[in-house]
Structure formats: structure tokens, C-alpha cells
């Protein structure tokens, strides 16, 4: 007898959880419409807009939507972003953590291990410290590469060819043809950034004052295997108003004595 191709029903759970369902809701929304309103999207799920708005700001949060000049939600960088296929991240990520945890104890920041999939990185992981003021967890956040102070260490990796195909606009691009969130530049714009990450490259990390958000500052260093490929790049997230003492500060050198360690755990691990 021919097994029938069909799908089973998917049926409605008996226990709905509202809170995850309008989120989800709005996922779809943003993918569907491409650009949501806060009143349009209240209205959709039928909640007051204040709800919908602490909706958008996890999906904000966790780079599922991102927001315009004029204040309407688009999907975000996560919205795209396939499996990374990578099956030596776990083992990264696990030799990782134990001096991730140190350097977070010794600089008193958060510190992040990530990994760049196009022009995006993932934070694959995140080690707190106990300071009351500390940039958050960020493990799980899909954010764009060029932006974080670990995504630009990982592009300055990548020679001009690379950079091009995935960042310059051609000159006759129309500009009414971009988008929230599209990472091209126009060719002027792209000359800088070659010339940022040649700094990056020689500095030997890269910072990101603001970049992703209001009030945090990052420094970040990449990770590389015995082959010299870089498998990832660590980075401390720090609140702005501690960013001018640790760039005079011992923050550098106590993240390449952790590099070091990292390195020295994971020199096996090929891509």
C-alpha cells in the first residue's frame, strides 16, 4: 500500500500560550507585509498598543524586527538567517566558556563568543560579570556583521574581492531600490569601510561605539585555529560611560591573554 505524501492536521494546542502565539503572529506579519505600524499590528492581534509595542521589543531585542526613521517595523536580520551549519560550533563554544568566564571576572564585563555567517554574526554565547550596571546576555542574537565590534575583526579577515561581492552597491543602483536592513553601500561609502577594517587589521580589534545600540560601546578580537583561519572573535560589551577607561585600561591586553587560552583549546577545530 502507497504511504499517503499528505501532512498530518496540525491542531490548535489544547494550552495556548497567548504571549508566545502573538509573537509569533507578529513574526508572520513582518514577513508577510514587510512594514508593520504599532496601531496596524495592535489592531491585527486585537491587543492595546502598549502590548503590542513590549511585543516588538523582544522581537527587536532577539533581531527578529528592526525599526525605521518613521517608527514601522520591518523583519529583521534574524527574520532570514538559515542554520549556520557549522557542526564545530558546540565545541567552540564549549572550549570557549571557561576563559570567556575568566576574562568576564577579570575585566568586570560581559564578554561574547560569535561567529560570522554572511553579513551577519551569532552570538553563539555570553559570560556576565557581576557588575549592577552590564550590558545584558546577548546568546542567540543574530545582528549584522558590520555593525559589532566582532563582526568587523571577522571581515577584516576577508580580502577586498569577498568584501565587495557582499557589501558594494553598483553605481547605477537606483537608491529608492534599498531597504531597512539592506547591508550594500554605495561605492564612496564602501572606500571607508575598507579603510575602517585596514585599521581593525592592524589595531589587531575592532570597536563598536553605539553602532547596535544607544549607550553601549564593544571592543572585539578574533579567534583562529592553529591554521591561522579564524573560527569566531570574542567582545566585551560595555556600557558607553565605561569606554574611555577601558581604552586606557588593561581591557586589550587581558582579551589577547584570553584569546591565547582560547586559541590554545581550540588550534584542532577546522572549518
Given at each position: 500500500m502507497q504511504k499517503s505524501s499528505?501532512?498530518?492536521?496540525?491542531?490548535?494546542?489544547?494550552?495556548?500560550?497567548?504571549?508566545?502565539?502573538?509573537?509569533?503572529?507578529?513574526?508572520?506579519?513582518?514577513?508577510?507585509?514587510?512594514?508593520?505600524?504599532?496601531?496596524?499590528?495592535?489592531?491585527?492581534?486585537?491587543?492595546?498598543?502598549?502590548?503590542?509595542?513590549?511585543?516588538?521589543?523582544?522581537?527587536?531585542?532577539?533581531?527578529?524586527?528592526?525599526?525605521?526613521?518613521?517608527?514601522?517595523?520591518?523583519?529583521?536580520?534574524?527574520?532570514?538567517?538559515?542554520?549556520?551549519?557549522?557542526?564545530?560550533?558546540?565545541?567552540?563554544?564549549?572550549?570557549?566558556?571557561?576563559?570567556?568566564?575568566?576574562?568576564?571576572?577579570?575585566?568586570?564585563?560581559?564578554?561574547?563568543?560569535?561567529?560570522r555567517v554572511g553579513t551577519q554574526v551569532r552570538f553563539l554565547l555570553s559570560a556576565e560579570s557581576n557588575e549592577m550596571l552590564r550590558v545584558g546576555d546577548r546568546q542567540g542574537q543574530v545582528l549584522d556583521a558590520e555593525r559589532t565590534a566582532g563582526g568587523k575583526i571577522l571581515l577584516a579577515e576577508l580580502r577586498e574581492e569577498i568584501l565587495a561581492q557582499l557589501y558594494l552597491r553598483p553605481p547605477d543602483w537606483p537608491e529608492?531600490?534599498?531597504?531597512?536592513?539592506?547591508?550594500?553601500?554605495?561605492?564612496?561609502?564602501?572606500?571607508?569601510?575598507?579603510?575602517?577594517?585596514?585599521?581593525?587589521?592592524?589595531?589587531?580589534?575592532?570597536?563598536?561605539?553605539?553602532?547596535?545600540?544607544?549607550?553601549?560601546?564593544?571592543?572585539g578580537m578574533a579567534v583562529r585555529n592553529h591554521a591561522g583561519s579564524a573560527l569566531g572573535a570574542i567582545s566585551v560589551s560595555i556600557p558607553v560611560v565605561r569606554y574611555q577607561q577601558h581604552l586606557r585600561g588593561p581591557l586589550i591586553a587581558q582579551m589577547q591573554s584570553a584569546v591565547r587560552g582560547i586559541e590554545a583549546d581550540v588550534g584542532d577545530i577546522e572549518v
Open positions: 499528505h501532512r498530518p492536521m496540525i491542531e490548535k494546542p489544547a494550552y495556548m500560550l497567548e504571549s508566545v502565539d502573538n509573537a509569533l503572529r507578529l513574526v508572520q506579519l513582518l514577513r508577510d507585509v514587510g512594514a508593520v505600524r504599532l496601531s496596524d499590528a495592535a489592531a491585527e492581534l486585537g491587543v492595546a498598543p502598549s502590548t503590542a509595542h513590549r511585543l516588538f521589543a523582544m522581537l527587536l531585542y532577539r533581531g527578529f524586527a528592526v525599526q525605521d526613521e518613521a517608527r514601522r517595523y520591518h523583519p529583521g536580520p534574524a527574520m532570514g538567517a538559515g542554520p549556520a551549519r557549522r557542526g564545530w560550533t558546540r565545541e567552540f563554544t564549549e572550549l570557549s566558556r571557561p576563559h570567556m568566564e575568566a576574562l568576564a571576572s577579570r575585566c568586570g564585563e560581559t564578554v561574547n563568543l560569535v561567529i529608492q531600490d534599498t531597504t531597512p536592513g539592506d547591508r550594500t553601500m554605495p561605492p564612496e561609502q564602501f572606500e571607508a569601510f575598507l579603510r575602517e577594517l585596514a585599521g581593525c587589521r592592524q589595531a589587531g580589534f575592532a570597536i563598536n561605539l553605539q553602532q547596535t545600540e544607544v549607550g553601549i560601546a564593544a571592543f
